[in-house]
């Protein structure tokens, strides 16, 4: 089903049919969920809307105290994958011409915001084009602003763009071969501001997997906002039972010589009692050791649910540990990048042959041989032994068993690989461009 037809049969043929695909049922509550997020990530949480109660015969406004641990747990997962930048690897002209669009695109500042909006809300879609200095660039649309529309083969024939400024409502509608501008600026219907062509095609849509759909992904908070709201509430419960239980109540047994009952402010006055009489202040007794077994169960399952180490919230005393240990202590953490890098790999290969299809408009051909070379390496930000790591290196090397290049590409010590190479070659590296240059350093 091609998207004319897809129009005629689901839309009558509409002119702005694009409008009624996005307040579509399926799509406005994919749209309030994504807002739900955005919504708990900036505070809303569940604990806010606990009620006041009556104690001593007064309102009290409850303990409401709101846990942020899941931007914590997000910001892990996110720069535990790509702390370190995603290094492109393939034949060598090839990743020297992509090396140079990663770096004049910024894209590597961009796949940290791909990974951190795939987590929070489970998709996000990004397009490529040519800016006006001729550089490519991508543009990202975030989940509630971006409706890939597909067919009944499973497959993008269009994507809609939708954004709100200054009371206006606007569309961007992409169909593979154009861009069209749409508003309802100056009235209530919408109006065609422009068209221009799609160099690269329809934008490239990330997604997690959702076990309800194919189209639409999940967001990973799904999994851990009941036991969060479980945790605040703990904690606010307890902290407001110290506060009631910080009164104590003034009993005594036997008679009381003086007349006056006991006042409430019973600091600083003194009583009268008959031999024998005793008087006292009793405490209620708050069960300390449950609420360390609920606190840690549920803290423990957080950490579990959600594939984080416990070393990574100071939950864990280290020191002194191999390689081997601390690759076992992250190895949860390992797992959930391992499937994470699966969503990104699928993105970035459609990612790449867009730019493929774009350098050709700057005169620059990758073929299609080269293309299927080409692959991602990510590396963990796992702490790690580097004396370890680099004596392994060097036994390897002392083998014939391992090239320079490799070595570089793996050491610790090394951040710019490229330009390392370079001065190991004692040439010049073109810093702006990311070309190496002829000329010895």
């Known amino acids: 089903m091609n998207l004319e037809y897809y129009i005629a049969v689901k839309h009558k043929n509409k002119v702005t049919w694009f409008v009624e695909e996005v307040t579509s049922f399926e799509n406005q509550s994919r749209i309030l969920n994504v807002s739900e997020i955005r919504n708990y990530l900036n505070g809303e949480h569940e604990i806010l809307k606990r009620k006041s109660f009556k104690y001593n015969g007064e309102d009290v406004q409850p303990r409401r105290i709101v846990n942020q641990v899941a931007k914590t747990i997000l910001n892990f997962k996110t720069q535990y994958l790509l702390k370190n930048k995603v290094t492109l690897i393939g034949d060598e002209s090839m990743v020297k011409e992509f090396n140079k669009v990663n770096k004049l695109g910024k894209f590597d500042e961009n796949n940290v915001q791909i990974l951190s909006q795939l987590l929070k809300f489970g998709e996000v879609s990004e397009y490529l084009y040519i800016d006006n200095s001729g550089r490519i660039k991508s543009k990202l649309i975030s989940a509630d602003n971006g409706i890939p529309v597909y067919n009944n083969y499973n497959e993008m024939i269009a994507f809609i763009e939708h954004y709100t400024f200054d009371g206006i409502t606007y569309y961007n509608l992409y169909t593979g071969e154009s861009v069209q501008e749409w508003s309802n600026e100056g009235g209530k219907t919408f109006t065609k501001l422009g068209e221009r062509p799609s160099l690269s095609g329809l934008p490239v849509h990330y997604k997690t997997v959702n076990e309800l759909s194919d189209r639409i992904g999940r967001s990973d908070l799904d999994d851990y906002i009941g036991i969060l709201n479980n945790l605040e509430d703990l904690i606010s419960k307890y902290t407001d039972s110290i506060y009631k239980f910080i009164n104590p109540i003034a009993v005594v047994t036997g008679q009381q010589l003086t007349n006056t009952s006991i006042p409430s402010e ?44 416990s070393v990574a919230f100071n939950k864990s005393d280290v020191s002194n540990l191999s390689s081997e240990s601390i690759r076992m202590m992250f190895s949860l953490a390992n797992v959930q990048a391992g499937v994470n890098e699966t969503y990104l790999k699928e993105g970035f290969s459609e990612r790449w042959e867009k730019v493929q299809r774009l350098l050709k408009y700057k005169g620059i051909t990758v073929s299609d041989d080269e293309m299927i070379s080409l692959d991602f390496n990510f590396q963990y930000d796992m702490p790690s032994n580097h004396k370890e790591i680099l004596d392994n290196l060097k036994t390897q090397f002392d083998m014939g068993a391992i090239s320079v290049e490799s070595i570089v590409e793996i050491s610790p010590y090394v951040t710019d690989k490229s330009r390392e190479m370079s001065r190991l070659k004692g040439v010049e590296y073109d810093v702006h461009n990311g070309n190496d240059t002829v000329g010895t350093v």
């Open 266 to 309: 019973i600091v600083g006055t003194g009583l009268t009692l008959d031999d024998g009489s005793t008087f006292s202040l009793v405490n209620g007794q708050l069960d300390s050791k449950s609420f360390d077994l609920v606190y840690k169960t549920l803290m423990q399952n957080l950490l579990d649910v959600s594939a984080t180490p």
